[in-house]
């Protein structure tokens, strides 16, 4: 693998789906290789793959691949078709929060519904295609998101961020991490304080090596070292990803981007959420319709098998929390920059170009 595919969190070769394992980095770089959709789910729900864009185009090649077992298997049209619908539904249920992962299903079940007299081989051929698109969309999403909110990042600015919301967590360069790229890419100095991000340390492992990997200037902290660092002066803005946004702006990212928010607001420094358009869930009207996952209790009591806490304590462990738009300064798209987030001004955004 050479320098520039590091980054790569997943592609498609020879009809398989090859999904980088991201719980092995930063020690190591091994890619399983999904031969079924069923591979697929398993990836997502153990996060082998994480990030709401990341999931979302697993998930569309999760269909492609249901698509060629589903031909592999001779089925006629019909069964095809149902065989893709169980998929679609077990790759919905992976997980819950990140709408990524039902727009991306939305998106091949449009493309079944427009093209309902194809062969179980046009289908197959169709859905790989619709996936193929979603990557590299995500890709060029991305680099726009960057272009547009690296004017918010000033020169010499100490940014805080949180989890990974980078090129591992989506097709490539990152939402928030991809504003950053693109703040140093303009020749602006930059450094990053990193969030671990307890408890799977997505800061620590997965953003602190790919800042490495760019040479860009880091430091990881933990996550109850940021109000100390904001109460000091030390930080100027604060970005992060998404996982879902409301119509108002409500946004849910991993748990502690709310705690971010607040402390952020006390300190009067700015806090951007990064992300695509298709984070974005104009069916609920608030964060309190979004559903957080809530994951195995041995996530926080034991690291690396190893149990820490008691054995017979209680542990509840949200992967998220809700961030209000009230907290929010901006959020940033591929189709601009929404400061102090509102339906209306969210709504809008559909309407634009990219730009
Ligand atoms: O549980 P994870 O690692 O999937 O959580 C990821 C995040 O919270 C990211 O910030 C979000 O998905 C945006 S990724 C561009």
């Given amino acids: 693998m050479d320098k520039e595919n590091e980054l790569l969190s997943l592609y498609w070769q020879d009809n398989h789906l090859y999904i980088l394992d991201q719980r092995l980095l930063p020690q190591r770089s091994e890619y399983i290789k999904c031969v079924t959709y069923c591979d697929v789910v398993s990836s997502i729900c153990n996060m082998s793959v994480r990030g709401a864009p990341a999931i979302g185009i697993s998930a569309a090649y999760g269909m492609a691949a249901a698509a060629l077992e589903a031909c592999e298997k001779g089925f006629c049209p019909e069964q095809v078709r149902s065989y893709l619908k169980k998929a679609s539904n077990e790759l919905f249920q992976a997980r819950p929060t990140a709408v990524n992962l039902a727009w991306a299903l939305q998106r091949t079940d449009q493309w079944l519904t427009s093209n309902s007299k194809a062969t179980p081989q046009q289908i ?211 189709c601009g920059i929404v400061h102090n987030p509102t339906p209306d001004k969210i709504k809008k955004l559909f309407t634009k170009e990219k730009s």
């Avoid at 996936?131 to 960057?146: T, V």
């Avoid at 602006?188 to 602190?208: F, S, W």
């Fill in 124 to 334: 197959f051929d169709g859905l790989l295609e619709e996936a193929d698109k979603i990557f590299a969309e995500d890709l060029e999403n991305n680099r726009q998101i960057g272009a547009n909110g690296a004017a918010l990042v000033p020169h010499n600015a100490s940014v805080l961020t949180h989890c990974n919301a980078g090129a591992l967590a989506t097709g490539g360069y990152g939402t928030a991490l991809g504003v950053i790229r693109a703040a140093v890419s303009q020749g602006k100095n930059i450094h990053v304080y990193v969030d671990e991000t307890r408890p799977l340390l997505q800061g620590a492992r997965l953003t602190a090596f790919e800042l490495n990997h760019d040479q860009i200037p880091a430091t990881l902290i933990t996550d109850s070292c940021a109000g100390y660092l904001m109460s000091k002066g030390k930080v100027d803005l604060i970005v992060t990803g998404a996982d879902r946004i409301a119509d108002n702006g409500d946004t849910a990212n991993k748990i502690g981007t709310y705690s971010l928010a607040v402390l952020a607001h006390h300190h009067n420094i700015p806090i951007y959420v990064a992300a695509p358009l298709s984070t974005i869930d104009l069916s609920i009207s608030s964060g309190d319709d979004i559903v957080i996952e809530e994951r195995c209790g041995t996530e926080i009591s034991h690291i690396n098998n190893h149990c820490l806490a008691p054995p017979e304590v209680n542990v509840y462990n949200p992967a998220f929390d809700v961030t209000p738009a009230e907290l929010i300064t901006a959020i940033i798209t591929e």
